[in-house]
């Protein structure tokens, strides 16, 4: 077996851009998204959840799906790609879409991308008996803006065509910058991005209903870990979660994660001086829930066509291969 690829740091990710983001987001009280996974304890904690909760893992109509969505995508698909996964996670899914595409016999080249070292390597490990080549993955904080692109796309052969895989990321940035990162990675090819979905005729209560896979043991371990981390601990509060009002802009609801202090605390963190007081609320954590139409009506808000989305039987996954038009 050949040596796993070394790393590209990105200077998002070093520890100095990784501190100035999360100091700005405690001063707005809030918890980055980036720290619950940065650490290899937190990306193992995350494993833990996703073993026990994800539909991937419990669900074979889920996993069934995505084979089924992702082989019609691959036939889309011939000759050579490059293919950059933003946010690869283990990259299990990359590794179904690149297995249907070695079927079709098409010769792709693959990029992982992470915050977390620990899984972009997972990843690429994966990854690497299934592609042509493989590039050192990447290892940086999103959100995204040309700069990191071009950092990412370094390496790729000049004229292939690219395909950009953006899954499991909707529900954990905040949709305005999601659906930026979508339009500057469209620009230079289609995007196949997925989303959980909501899926009652009532939005809310569709919502409310995939509150379990969230308030559960395994979550609740894995936030509390950044929150010690932090210097925080149980006898300070509780995590609460709760749906969401809709957000300013797009209108997304999500399950929203707070932590509220049952008595005052005053601690420093990351540099960062917090001053607590009890009743006071940190947001720990959100996932945005979109319905097919929200979906739809993001994209287009953004300048993006909707090539061809595939929804699972159960309603509650969504394929989206979207391009600029
Ligand atoms: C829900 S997981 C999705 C993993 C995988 N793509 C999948 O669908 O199974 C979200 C991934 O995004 C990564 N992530 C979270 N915040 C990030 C950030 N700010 N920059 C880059 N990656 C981030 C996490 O480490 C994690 O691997």
Redesign the pocket.
């Known amino acids: 077996m050949r040596a796993p690829p070394p790393v590209v740091l990105h200077e998002?990710?070093h520890p100095s851009a990784l501190l100035a983001g999360a100091r700005a987001a405690l001063r707005r009280h809030e918890i980055?998204?980036?720290l619950?996974?940065?650490s290899d304890r937190q990306?193992a904690l995350?494993q833990a959840v996703?073993r026990a909760h994800?539909p991937?893992i419990r669900d074979d109509r889920c996993r069934r799906f995505y084979q089924s969505a992702l082989e019609a995508v691959s036939s889309r698909i011939t000759g050579e790609l490059g293919m950059l996964?933003?946010?690869?996670?283990?990259?299990?899914?990359?590794a179904l879409l690149l297995e249907a595409l070695s079927r079709n016999g098409t010769h792709v080249c693959y990029r992982a991308?992470?915050?977390?070292r620990a899984?972009a390597l997972e990843?690429a490990a994966r990854c690497q008996p299934l592609a042509l080549e493989i590039l050192p993955p990447v290892v940086?904080?999103?959100?995204l803006d040309s700069s990191l692109r071009q950092v990412l796309l370094k390496g790729f052969p000049a004229g292939t065509p690219m395909l950009t895989?953006?899954?499991?990321?909707s529900?954990?940035?905040e949709p305005a910058d999601f659906f930026d990162g979508v339009v500057c990675m469209a620009e230079i090819g289609p995007v196949l991005l997925?989303a959980n979905l909501a899926h009652r005729v009532d939005y809310p209560a569709g919502v409310a209903a995939v509150l379990p896979q969230y308030d559960n043991p395994e979550t609740r371990a894995w936030l509390m870990g950044t929150l010690t981390g932090l210097g925080l601990s149980a006898a300070d509060g509780a995590l609460i979660f709760h749906v969401s009002e809709p957000d300013t802009r797009l209108g997304v609801r999500g399950i929203d994660v707070r932590f509220v202090l049952s008595r005052a605390r005053e601690l420093t963190v990351l540099g960062e001086r917090l001053q607590l007081a009890a009743g006071e609320a940190l947001r720990v954590f959100y996932s945005y829930r979109y319905t097919a139409a929200i979906m739809g009506s993001c994209l287009q808000q953004h300048g993006l066509v909707l090539e061809q989305e595939w929804i699972s039987p159960m309603a509650d996954e969504g394929l989206f291969l979207v391009r600029k038009p």
């Open positions: 998002s990710a980055p998204h980036a619950h996974y940065e990306a995350w996703h994800s991937w996964s933003l946010g690869c996670g283990t990259g299990e899914k990359d991308h992470d915050v977390s899984l990843s940086a904080a999103l959100p895989l953006m899954f499991g990321l529900p954990n940035f997925s």
